[in-house]
């Protein structure tokens, strides 16, 4: 079977996959003349017969007549590679006839007809009340009270609701296909199409954002909304635009007509903006300072636990007093008053009846609205530090809590000195609202972290140091994770020695992410060396781990690539499940992808497995990935296999240097999946 069979194979495995969560799904395997081989998933549950009631029976035995007319033309569409998706009334055993939406996939066998098809079933009338869950999101769309649109990827206007309608004054068909700024440009429009190229370029999702100004339902009154905006993306993760929800708050906005107001939510807006734009703790705490000064305070600092930033659980042993890291503080330096506090990085140690602790341990902002001779002298009992910026003109003060899913993990601290009034109330709640945000976004990026180099760290601890090749194999491999904690799976790949010259490379990729995957690779892994030592040919090494597969508690799906090589005779045999096809390098530096059945991913259920046999010379290479090397977002495949076997041609380069060429000059920047590269080059042993 072809690469673009493989493809097809995906893409239906995939297609059928978005129902599994929702509707049970049959598995119908059957050969090139239709005859059943595999009966297995919910195929009883939907249709009443068991397995041995229809094995060998032919597919059309339980359509009807005018169904298997249609039935040739199928089987010539699968033979060319692709797959399909249709409709059929079949046969229940208990007579009564069963509507199924099918998707059918070309599937590799053991001969040279093939297996025939893949057909992955459900109830049609199920579907269609799946499907049903689209109208009825219609309908909230329409009823729904608060104000909902859709913006395309050049931030025009799609769709509105009715009552979106009503709080711009302007008419659905005058919004389509316009801009912000030409449908209301009495309101903030700049800084909302802001807030939405940044939903766009980084699917993180801006929430209470606000809307500020007048439109032609009000036009005598500014009013204030608050707006949150969510990417929409295809199925494979392409954006198509934006989603945004509108509720009028102008009511909790007492002062949104006064130029302090205005100042405040223009504030709130640009920390939508600027605070939290990476999974960056540090860079987090500095922008938080940033935006403070000088708009709300002369001097910040942003201050968090140590456990922070080690990605530990935060707020222990709070009680003895708190130790610190400093994140950020504006200015930095050049001011007399800012110059007393400690730089950036540097550790700060807080004993435990410090107001600076006992504000952490109560959580609650405090609010210091003049500097006075008692707050002084408690604060000079730990340390000189409030004296000091008190002789410097410093005289007003906020500290407050940065507190997020229930836990403290620092404290933002705001000074105001000579020329600047004295902090109020209402700089204290303004305060309050940022560092709220500011600490959603550092634990984010410390639960983001914390997860990633848990992940990293198992699936690391699961893959190979050193890989032990028998004479006349030698090896190099690479393994570069995923940049995104989502996007951490479970690819891994191994070499075992079976006999003197003779030695089984693998190399797979569990189709998941994260912890579970990682784990579930390890698990996969350990079978493989298993079946590996009792010597089973690789056909039969995939036909076990599919068993495998099913009885794990974590059921995925995974692609495995197993060849065992004799470096003695130059025989290679190979078997694969939907993993890539291997390059071979030949001794004169031609390079291609070997054309092996590509047969189905561990985990769709028992389904058999085709080796091929090839010949190695001496001097040949042989070259396994995962798919994170060639498939990237929007990318072609075709075009990426190609700029692969491009840069293997004519390669004569020590293994090493052959690996590090290819996650160089071929491997997308960031890391978008795991890749595993596995290079091996058989020689006569010595």
């Known amino acids: 079977m072809s690469e673009p069979q493989v493809g097809e194979q995906r893409a239906t495995v995939r297609h059928a996959a978005a129902w599994w969560d929702v509707l049970p799904v049959a598995l119908v395997i059957c050969d090139g003349d239709g005859r059943i081989l595999q009966w297995a998933m919910a195929a009883e549950a939907l249709l009443g017969y068991r397995a041995d009631e229809v094995l060998s029976r032919s597919v059309t035995d339980f359509l009807l007549s005018e169904d298997r007319r249609a039935v040739p033309a199928l089987g010539e569409t699968v033979a060319s590679g692709r797959s399909v998706i249709g409709s059929f009334l079949v046969r229940h055993k208990n007579g009564s006839l069963v509507p199924l939406e099918v998707w059918g996939c070309p599937a590799a066998g053991a001969d040279d007809r093939g297996w025939g098809m893949i057909w992955l079933a459900a109830d049609a009338r199920a579907a269609q009340r799946a499907r049903g869950a689209d109208a009825l999101l219609d309908g ?12 395309d990827t050049e931030l025009r206007f799609e769709q509105v609701n009715p009552a979106l309608e009503a709080m711009n004054g302007v008419p659905a068909a005058a919004h389509v296909g316009r801009r912000l700024g030409e449908v209301l440009p009495g309101v903030n429009t700049e800084q909302m199409e802001a807030a939405m190229r940044r939903v766009l370029d980084t699917g993180e999702a801006v929430v209470n954002f606000r809307r500020i100004g007048r439109t032609p339902a009000n036009p005598d009154q500014d009013r204030v909304w608050s707006c949150s905006y969510f990417r929409l993306d295809d199925p494979g993760g392409r954006p198509l635009g934006v989603s945004a929800s509108i509720i009028d708050i102008t009511t909790d906005q007492d002062d949104v007509d006064t130029a302090r107001g205005r100042a405040r939510l223009d504030l709130l807006n640009e920390a939508a903006l600027r605070v939290g734009t990476t ?83 109560d959580r609650h902002p405090y609010l210091l609205e003049r500097f006075d001779t008692q707050t002084l002298a408690r604060a000079a009992r730990h340390t000189p530090t409030p004296g000091r910026l008190h002789r410097l003109g410093v005289h007003s003060m906020l500290m407050v809590p940065l507190v997020a899913r229930g836990m403290v993990l620092g404290m933002s601290t705001l000074l105001r000195g000579p020329g600047s009034p ?48 028998p004479d006349g194999i030698e090896v190099a491999h690479r393994y570069r994770p995923a940049s995104d904690v989502n996007e951490i799976g479970g690819d891994w790949y191994d070499v075992t020695t079976l006999a003197p010259g003779k030695a089984a490379l693998v190399i797979g990729d569990v189709m998941g992410h994260g912890i579970t995957a990682a784990a579930v690779m390890g698990q996969i892994r350990t079978a493989v060396r298993t079946l590996a030592h009792l010597d089973f040919p690789p056909d039969q090494v995939m036909q076990h781990l599919e068993r495998t597969m099913q009885e794990l508690d974590d059921p995925l799906l995974a692609t495995c690539l197993y060849a065992v090589c004799d470096a003695r005779t130059g025989r290679c045999r190979l078997a694969r499940a939907g993993h890539p096809p291997p390059v071979l390098i030949t001794p004169d530096g031609t390079a291609r992808l070997l054309n092996l059945p590509p047969g189905a991913p561990l985990g769709i259920g028992d389904i058999p497995y085709t080796a091929t046999d090839i010949t190695l010379e001496p001097g040949s290479t042989l070259v396994l990935f995962t798919d994170g090397l060639i498939e990237t977002r929007g990318g072609d495949l075709d075009q990426r296999l190609t700029k692969l076997t491009d840069l293997l041609t004519g390669t004569t380069h020590k293994l090493d240097q052959l690996c590090d060429t290819l996650i160089s000059r071929l491997a997308p920047t960031p890391a978008e999946d795991d890749i595993a590269i596995l290079a091996a080059r058989i020689s006569p042993p010595t």
Request: glycine fraction near 6%.
């Open 140 to 151: 909230l769309f329409a009823r729904s009270p608060v104000g909902l649109a859709v913006f």
């Open 279 to 361: 999974l960056d703790v540090t860079r987090t705490g500095q922008e938080l300072a940033d935006l403070a000064v000088p708009r709300l305070a002369d001097i910040a600092t942003v201050d968090v636990l140590a456990e922070v930033t080690e990605a530990a659980d935060p707020l222990t042993g709070l009680f003895a007093g708190a130790v610190m890291r400093r994140l950020g503080k504006a200015p930095a330096y050049g001011m007399p008053a800012a110059d007393v506090l400690a730089p950036v990085g540097g550790p700060l140690r807080f004993p435990a009846g410090a107001p600076y602790a006992q504000a952490l341990i």
């Open 422 to 469: 004295a902090f109020d109330t209402s700089d204290l709640g303004l305060a309050c609202d940022l560092a709220a945000r500011a600490a959603l976004s550092i634990d984010n990026a410390r639960l983001y972290h914390r997860e990633h180099d848990t992940a990293l760290i198992l699936q690391r601890s699961m893959l190979p140091r050193h890989l032990h090749p």
